[in-house]
């Protein structure tokens, strides 16, 4: 029931992931939407943003989502409010984000040289490959090789982690403390809209009453004998 009817094919599904149907400008917008409209405590769905936000700067590719409901949830956050967070960082702003977690972490770490998107997306590839093929290794004729999965982790992911950490935890407050106030507003407006509502229709109701027969009709009054006198 619940179902496409259409279903997508594997490639419908990668192309979605990387561009949307609907462009993300109306990703983003229907995630704020959703996140307007959670069932939660300002400063809980706050929380969870910052874990999303938080984690999503990490090089944890692939663990985004577990990693912030895990983060989300031990700060007390909305875990679903931290799970669409993560769709803050996408293949639209991932490079930036790469390059510069990976540039403060190696600065941080004394290591020269500024590496791209290209080459850092690139290294991260070639390491799922080999270290892929080093699982496979005892089971086949392959041969496991973990020399550059020891430099890809030394130049590329502890730097990464690093920079991502101290980025993440700047931005996700940032956007925590923002957050509260806009969701704290949204609540109000919403919960004021929503008792504007209720009145109109004790209004509207309260008139048909009066407008059915007889529900509204004056009393008879007696006539004045004082007339007749």
Same mark, same amino acid.
């Given at each position: 029931?619940?179902?496409?009817?259409? +279903?997508?094919?594997?490639?419908?599904?990668?192309?979605?992931? &990387?561009?949307?149907?609907?462009?993300?400008?109306?990703?983003?917008?229907?995630?704020?939407?959703?996140?307007?409209?959670? +069932?939660?405590?300002? #400063?809980? &769905?706050?929380?969870?943003?910052?874990?999303?936000?938080?984690?999503?700067?990490?090089?944890?590719?692939?663990?985004?989502?577990?990693?912030?409901?895990?983060?989300?949830?031990?700060?007390?956050?909305?875990?679903?409010?931290?799970?669409?967070?993560?769709?803050?960082?996408?293949?639209?702003?991932?490079?930036?984000? %790469?390059?510069?977690?990976?540039?403060? $972490?190696?600065?941080?770490?004394?290591?020269? $040289?500024?590496?791209?998107? !290209?080459?850092?997306?690139?290294?991260?590839?070639?390491?799922?490959?080999?270290?892929?093929?080093?699982?496979?290794?005892?089971?086949?004729?392959?041969?496991?090789?973990?020399? #550059?999965?020891?430099?890809?982790?030394? !130049? &590329?992911?502890?730097?990464?982690?690093?920079?991502?950490?101290?980025?993440?935890?700047?931005?996700?407050?940032?956007? #925590?403390?923002?957050?509260?106030?806009?969701?704290?507003?949204? #609540?109000?407006?919403?919960?004021?809209?929503?008792?504007?509502?209720?009145?109109?229709?004790?209004?509207? !109701?309260?008139?048909?009453?009066?407008?059915? +027969?007889?529900? %509204?009709?004056?009393?008879?009054?007696? +006539?004045?004998?004082?007339?007749?006198?």
């Amino acid at each position: 029931m619940f179902k496409r009817r259409d +279903p997508r094919s594997y490639g419908q599904i990668a192309s979605d992931m &990387i561009y949307p149907r609907g462009g993300w400008r109306r990703a983003g917008t229907y995630v704020w939407h959703r996140l307007r409209r959670l +069932p939660d405590q300002p #400063h809980r &769905i706050a929380r969870g943003v910052a874990a999303g936000i938080g984690v999503s700067f990490t090089p944890l590719f692939g663990f985004h989502f577990v990693s912030a409901g895990a983060v989300g949830w031990l700060i007390g956050g909305n875990v679903l409010a931290a799970l669409l967070a993560t769709f803050a960082i996408n293949p639209v702003t991932v490079p930036f984000v %790469a390059v510069l977690a990976l540039t403060t $972490g190696r600065f941080l770490l004394g290591q020269h $040289g500024d590496l791209g998107p !290209q080459m850092i997306f690139g290294e991260f590839a070639r390491a799922s490959e080999e270290l892929w093929n080093n699982v496979l290794a005892p089971f086949g004729p392959r041969v496991a090789h973990w020399g #550059h999965l020891a430099d890809f982790f030394d !130049q &590329i992911f502890w730097p990464y982690m690093i920079g991502g950490v101290i980025w993440g935890t700047i931005f996700g407050a940032l956007c #925590h403390y923002l957050t509260v106030p806009i969701i704290r507003a949204y #609540h109000k407006r919403r919960a004021k809209k929503m008792e504007e509502r209720i009145a109109r229709l004790k209004t509207i !109701q309260a008139a048909q009453a009066e407008a059915r +027969p007889g529900s %509204a009709v004056p009393p008879a009054t007696a +006539p004045d004998s004082s007339r007749d006198s």
